[in-house]
């Protein structure tokens, strides 16, 4: 009889709820605690992220040998969620614009006959270096940043 719990409770009896509550509260705290660290590590890598960025942020992208650009030559780039144009001006530049309608986002083709940029959906027009020209664009197409090293021609995007 002295080996009886002084409380009245037995084992297996009511006083072992009070011990399981709290072992499913602490369970269901580590639980939510591990969400809560992977969600944090989730947003600090998407805020985080520009892809391979240098200062400036954003993603280079290698677009090909400046030599197989020809002069005047007009070249999409697929790049993901964000395709643009790459214009040879001269011998030494490059222009990259962004391929994407300031009007409704639809891709945007090149009338290589009137040396213009058109877009399929409303038949907004753009000249080659991005400014509107006729249509319902709000604005010019944006403009990337583009450098050379070694001969290659690389777009920030």
């Not at 409770?9 to 709820?17: C, E, F, S, V, W």
């Not at 892809?51 to 040998?65: D, K, Q, T």
């Not at 400014?131 to 940043?145: A, F, I, K, Q």
Request: positive net charge; charged residues 20%; aromatic residues 6%.
């Amino acid at each position: 009889m002295a080996d009886l719990p002084t409380d009245g409770a037995t084992p297996g009896g009511p006083g072992d709820t009070a011990s399981r509550r709290q072992f499913l509260t602490w369970l269901s705290r580590a639980f939510l605690g591990l969400w809560a660290l992977g969600g944090i590590g989730v947003v600090t890598t998407y805020m985080g992220s520009s892809g391979n960025s240098n200062e400036g942020g954003g993603r280079l992208v290698r677009v090909g040998a400046l030599d197989e650009l020809r002069l005047g030559e007009i070249r999409l780039i697929r790049h993901g969620v964000t395709p643009f144009f790459v214009i040879r001006t001269n011998e030494t530049n490059v222009l990259a614009l962004s391929a994407v309608c300031t009007h409704v986002r639809c891709i945007l083709n090149v009338d290589r006959e009137h040396r213009t940029i058109v877009c399929p959906c409303h038949e907004g027009r753009f000249d080659l270096k991005g400014n509107v020209l006729s249509g319902p664009p709000p604005r010019p197409l944006p403009t990337y940043e583009v450098s050379m090293r070694a001969g290659e021609v690389f777009v920030r995007v």
